[in-house]
T-cell receptor, first 113, second 114 residues
Framework: DAGITQSPRHKVTETGTPVTLRCHQTENHRYMYWYRQDPGHGLRLIHY???????DKGEVSDGYSVSRSKTEDFLLTLESATSSQTSVYFC????????????FGPGTRLTVL | GENVEQHPSTLSVQEGDSAVIKCTYSDSASNYFPWYKQELGKRPQLIIDIRSNVGEKKDQRIAVTLNKTAKHFSLHITETQPEDSAVYFCAARQASGSARQLTFGSGTQLTVLP
């Protein structure tokens, strides 16, 4: 499981509230990613990080922000949650050392009412 | 950016038969193509991958083929078993850009009928 945890694993919130999801890794990996998964759309990249304080936007970044103040934590924030952000969110890492493969965390199911 | 299309979206096969899932990609510079299996309620798990300098790779009952000229790659599962039932995703990684980003196909729901 590449030492990846996500918290919370499930969350129900109301439209307009801020939400922060946490991805934590224990193996000092440089690259970290946030995806959302919706039926019929596969996995779509929201934001990614290539080091502490180094982040960039992915395909579906509108309405999301991220922060990475230390190697082990990559935070995804929904500043003002909307119903269209109801989804399953996966964090992923690419191990260091020239490996291309991405490994995924267990996911967070977010419901915005 | 890269665009990956995956077909079919659903596939049913009899146990013991073969299953083939196909993906096409748009960026000829893409050089890494993984396949993931996702069981219901679980995380995607890597099952096999191939790099652009290789045309075929096998791992027991699973194989992947790559045609760089046509920009498509396929997953082949032989002697299917009920535990192969899952959603399968293909992906492609662009050679350019930072952070080794992957672009995923939309997934194939494979059902193996006993």
């Amino acid at each position: 499981d590449a030492g990846i945890t996500q918290s919370p694993r499930h969350k129900v919130t109301e439209t307009g509230t801020p939400v922060t999801l946490r991805c934590h890794q224990t193996e000092n990996h440089r690259y970290m990613y946030w995806y959302r998964q919706d039926p019929g759309h596969g996995l779509r990249l929201i934001h990614y990080s290539y080091g502490v304080k180094d982040t960039d936007k992915g395909e579906v970044s509108d309405g999301y922000s991220v922060s990475r103040s230390k190697t082990e934590d990559f935070l995804l924030t929904l500043e003002s949650a909307t119903s269209s952000q109801t989804s399953v969110y996966f964090c992923a890492i690419t191990p260091s050392g020239g490996v291309d493969t991405q490994y995924f965390g267990p996911g967070t199911r977010l419901t915005v009412l | 950016g890269e665009n990956v299309e995956q077909h079919p979206s659903t596939l049913s096969v009899q146990e013991g038969d073969s299953a083939v899932i196909k993906c096409t990609y748009s960026d000829s510079a893409s050089n890494y193509f993984p396949w993931y299996k996702q069981e219901l309620g679980k995380r995607p798990q890597l099952i096999i991958d191939i790099r652009s300098n290789v045309g075929e790779k096998k791992d027991q009952r699973i194989a992947v083929t790559l045609n760089k000229t046509a920009k498509h790659f396929s997953l082949h599962i032989t002697e299917t078993q009920p535990e192969d039932s899952a959603v399968y995703f293909c992906a492609a990684r662009q050679a350019s850009g930072s952070a080794r980003q992957l672009t995923f196909g939309s997934g194939t729901q494979l059902t193996v009928l006993p």
